[in-house]
């Protein structure tokens, strides 16, 4: 299957700075890469869906200015939490679609490792 | 109504147990649906999709049936790196994204 890196895989920083994720394709050209947060306990909740060369579409009640999305190459998007605080802490995950299967024949969605983020 | 509802566990069964989850979802034009499994702290991985015919790998039967909006994981003889939390997923989002279940977690104890 298809790989998707994120880098970093854990950051702590103090509240009221900024963190960039990125999250790459690494053999594959990624048009489409989602962006998921996820609290303890709970389920992959969809932060907003990153295209490449056009702005992304944010989920209801995420806050389009505080998570800046950038998606300016195939096999790169880039997630940017500012000012962050420690509400903000979480795991963070992209995804991208691809195929599976010997044929290609399975639609699939590939994660990447995911970033731990501690906002102290 | 969530949009995917899952039994939430925890389920602690002895190696050897069969164990089986059910999930169910809200949106009755979903086209898609899978199960992952996610370790703790780690991305959610797939383990098998579902067909309507129900299919079947190994140890894991999967079922769907689109009248009842239900689905189901079995999984038999179950090994101790079973252990983790299994996550009902359904392709429906407005952007063709998946959406998760809060995922059942699964303790499997010698």
């Known amino acids: 299957g298809a790989v998707v890196s994120q880098h970093p895989s854990w950051v702590i920083c103090k509240s009221g700075t900024s963190v960039k994720i990125e999250c790459r394709s690494l053999?594959?050209?990624?048009?489409?890469m989602f962006w998921y947060r996820q609290f303890p306990k709970q389920s992959l909740m969809l932060m907003a869906t990153s295209n490449e060369g056009s702005k992304a579409t944010y989920e209801q009640g995420v806050e389009k200015d505080k998570f800046l999305i950038n998606h300016a190459s195939l096999t790169l998007s880039t997630l940017t939490v500012t000012s962050a605080h420690p509400e903000d802490s979480s795991f963070y995950i992209c995804?991208?679609?691809?195929?599976?299967?010997?044929?290609?024949?399975?639609?699939?969605?590939?994660f990447g490792p995911g970033t731990r983020l501690t906002v102290l | 109504r969530k949009e995917v509802e899952q039994d939430p566990g925890p389920f602690n069964v002895p190696e050897g147990a069969t164990v089986a989850f059910n999930c169910t979802y809200s949106n009755s034009a979903s086209q898609s649906f899978f199960w992952y499994r996610q370790d703790c702290r780690k991305e959610p991985k797939l383990l098998m999709s579902?067909?309507?015919s129900g299919n079947e790998d190994g140890r894991f039967t999967a079922q769907l049936n689109r009248a009842s909006q239900y689905i189901s994981l079995l999984i038999r003889d179950s090994k101790l790196s079973d252990s983790a939390t299994y996550l009902c997923?359904?392709?429906?989002?407005?952007?063709?994204?998946?959406?998760f279940g809060k995922g059942t977690k699964l303790s499997v104890k010698p």
């Open positions: 579902v067909y309507s």
């Open positions: 995804s991208s679609d691809g195929t599976s299967g010997s044929d290609g024949t399975y639609n699939e969605q590939f």
């Open positions: 053999d594959f050209q990624a048009t489409t």
């Open positions: 997923v359904v392709n429906g989002g407005s952007q063709g994204n998946l959406i």
